[in-house]
């Protein structure tokens, strides 16, 4: 049988994927905020795993409050860390949404993102204030990095995700727009989509469905 065609379960990354964002907003924040050389204080904070530590779990959000604050050099308030951090995040677009109702009925759906308790509020709420509706009721349930104390593409995340949805890996997709963060869901046995710059996720469904000429990562 077509491996596509085996095809239960549905994991979504969600930045990137599902929900618009654009780093470099936040880059622009701290840097009208009076950050000096932004790039390199960003360059700074990927060395010492700060954004790392945070989505893993392993620091608190007063912790990566600080963190920023030593690495950009000024005394920002945590409504002021708050607002450049989330400033990245954008839209869940309305063609996502119905997406994801339509094909529902065909697969289970999971969400596996690398992701924070500062970010997960945030979006979360503007999700509710703009569908009306919860965004974690798209999904039977929510595999959240901060939660799990990993990050995707260690091949942990992937396994702790199989053994506490009891997922059969020749079973399960996952969708990332990360391709190192897809090939190492296949590394795990899961087949995988990379979506590429410029490619809509819902293009990759039809009448609710997974398009079998799409290119997958197998196994």
Request: proline share 4%; aromatic share 10%; net charge negative.
């Given at each position: 049988?077509?491996?596509?065609?085996?095809?239960?379960?549905?994991?979504?990354?969600?930045?990137?994927?599902?929900?618009?964002?654009?780093?470099?907003?936040?880059?622009?924040?701290?840097?009208?905020?009076?950050?000096?050389?932004?790039?390199?204080?960003?360059?700074?904070?990927?060395?010492?795993?700060?954004?790392?530590?945070?989505?893993?779990?392993?620091?608190?959000?007063?912790?990566?409050?600080?963190?920023?604050?030593?690495?950009?050099?000024?005394?920002?308030?945590?409504?002021?860390?708050?607002?450049?951090?989330?400033?990245?995040?954008?839209?869940?677009?309305?063609?996502?949404?119905?997406?994801?109702?339509?094909?529902?009925?065909?697969?289970?759906?999971?969400?596996?993102?690398?992701?924070?308790?500062?970010?997960?509020?945030?979006?979360?709420?503007?999700?509710?204030?703009?569908?009306?509706?919860?965004?974690?009721?798209?999904?039977?349930?929510?595999?959240?990095?901060?939660?799990?104390?990993?990050?995707?593409?260690?091949?942990?995340?992937?396994?702790?995700?199989?053994?506490?949805?009891?997922?059969?890996?020749?079973?399960?997709?996952?969708?990332?727009?990360?391709?190192?963060?897809?090939?190492?869901?296949?590394?795990?046995?899961?087949?995988?989509?990379?979506?590429?710059?410029?490619?809509?996720?819902?293009?990759?469904?039809?009448?609710?469905?997974?398009?079998?000429?799409?290119?997958?990562?197998?196994p």
């Amino acid at each position: 049988m077509d491996p596509i065609h085996s095809i239960k379960n549905i994991i979504f990354d969600l930045g990137g994927v599902l929900l618009n964002i654009d780093p470099l907003l936040t880059v622009k924040a701290l840097t009208d905020m009076g950050v000096q050389d932004m790039m390199e204080v960003h360059k700074r904070l990927m060395a010492a795993e700060v954004y790392q530590r945070f989505d893993s779990g392993r620091s608190t959000p007063d912790q990566f409050r600080e963190d920023i604050r030593q690495n950009c050099g000024l005394p920002l308030s945590d409504e002021q860390v708050d607002e450049a951090w989330n400033a990245l995040l954008l839209d869940f677009p309305a063609s996502r949404v119905n997406m994801m109702r339509e094909i529902s009925s065909n697969y289970r759906l999971f969400l596996l993102s690398n992701t924070n308790s500062i970010h997960f509020e945030t979006y979360t709420e503007a999700f509710r204030a703009t569908h009306e509706f919860e965004m974690e009721s798209l999904f039977e349930r929510l595999f959240l990095s901060y939660e799990l104390d990993s990050h995707k593409p260690d091949l942990e995340i992937y396994l702790r995700v199989m053994q506490a949805g009891q997922f059969i890996p020749a079973e399960t997709l996952f969708i990332d727009d990360s391709l190192a963060n897809a090939e190492a869901a296949v590394k795990a046995g899961w087949v995988a989509f990379h979506l590429k710059e410029g490619m809509e996720v819902t293009e990759l469904f039809k009448n609710g469905k997974l398009r079998t000429e799409a290119e997958f990562l197998l196994p």
